[in-house]
């Protein structure tokens, strides 16, 4: 059977060094605040907000919070980041995706001061990642990145095979695995035969959300498969873009869900937090 990757204890060993980090930042003067701000109350944002302030708290990270209704306009959600922007003493500011179908989201991750940019979604910080230079990474693909380093997975040289190009995971992913100097293919909806293509991979990155969609017949023997898919089966279980039970057999790693990638996020939205006060 195969090596089950830890999100769970991964997650919490970056927690943990992240929390030491804002102890010395205390010992030294400095406090680290991030401010949440969520505009309406989809249900499961409300969660990821929550977690979001439970790991703050748990980090020792101040969270200032701004729950907004849903029928706030984009000129007062740009003038709370606007004020935000100019408060010396928030550090990291983060508007909870998606936003309400009549706000600009581009718009709104625009408007974030790059230093500020802990989600690492301004245009400037993803140029930053393309051409390696520092600023904030995409969350959720950095975690997987130390998801592979912290089990042993060596990068350089392997093939790897992302599914999925959204700006968020799988363009980020990408570019991070290259520059961990892995041979790269991204694939996408209008990808042609996808399981021939995916069948090379020596690392594959599922990101298409689309429940239990890949199968065995889409993995190499021996490869590592990372799920970056959370959805609710017909029976209310938590399940991934990846048939767990079909995959497993055939990998020589894989990440569950729940458990894999998901706690990343989170951990490294903390780490960023804390990275903040390196790039102001
Ligand atoms: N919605 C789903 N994932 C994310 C995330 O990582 N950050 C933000 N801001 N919103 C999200």
Do not use: W
Request: net charge negative.
């Amino acid at each position: 059977m195969p090596q089950v990757i830890d999100g769970k204890q991964i997650s919490a060993q970056i927690k943990d060094e992240v929390k030491e980090k804002v102890a010395r930042l205390k010992e030294q003067g400095t406090t680290v605040c991030l401010a949440v701000i969520q505009v309406g109350a989809d249900p499961a944002s409300s969660v990821y907000v929550g977690n979001k302030k439970k790991a703050c708290a748990y980090v020792g990270i101040e969270s200032l919070s701004y729950e907004l209704p849903e029928e706030t306009s984009q000129a007062e959600l740009l003038s709370l980041i606007d004020g935000l922007n100019k408060k010396p003493e928030v550090n990291g500011i983060l508007v909870q995706l998606p936003l309400p179908g009549h706000i600009d989201e581009d718009a709104v991750i625009r408007a974030i001061d790059p230093k500020k940019d802990v989600d690492g979604f301004h245009p400037q910080s993803v140029g930053a990642l393309c051409i390696g230079q520092p600023g904030f990474v995409s969350c959720t693909p950095a975690g997987i990145i130390e998801l592979l380093k912290r089990s042993g997975i060596e990068i350089a040289g392997k093939e790897c095979v992302v599914i999925g190009r959204s700006n968020i995971v799988g363009k980020p992913m990408a570019i991070l695995l290259l520059r961990e100097n892995g041979t790269v293919t991204v694939t996408h909806s209008r990808t042609r035969d996808l399981k021939e293509v995916t069948r090379r991979a020596d690392i594959l990155v599922v990101a298409i959300g689309r429940p239990k969609m890949i199968t065995k017949e889409y993995v190499k023997d021996g490869a590592v498969v990372i799920d970056v898919g959370i959805h609710r089966n017909e029976n209310n279980k938590l399940c991934g873009d990846v048939d767990y039970e079909d995959v497993a057999p055939v990998c020589s790693a894989i990440t569950p869900v729940p458990g894999g990638v998901g706690p990343m996020t989170i951990a490294m939205l903390m780490y960023n937090c804390v990275r903040s006060i390196e790039l102001q």
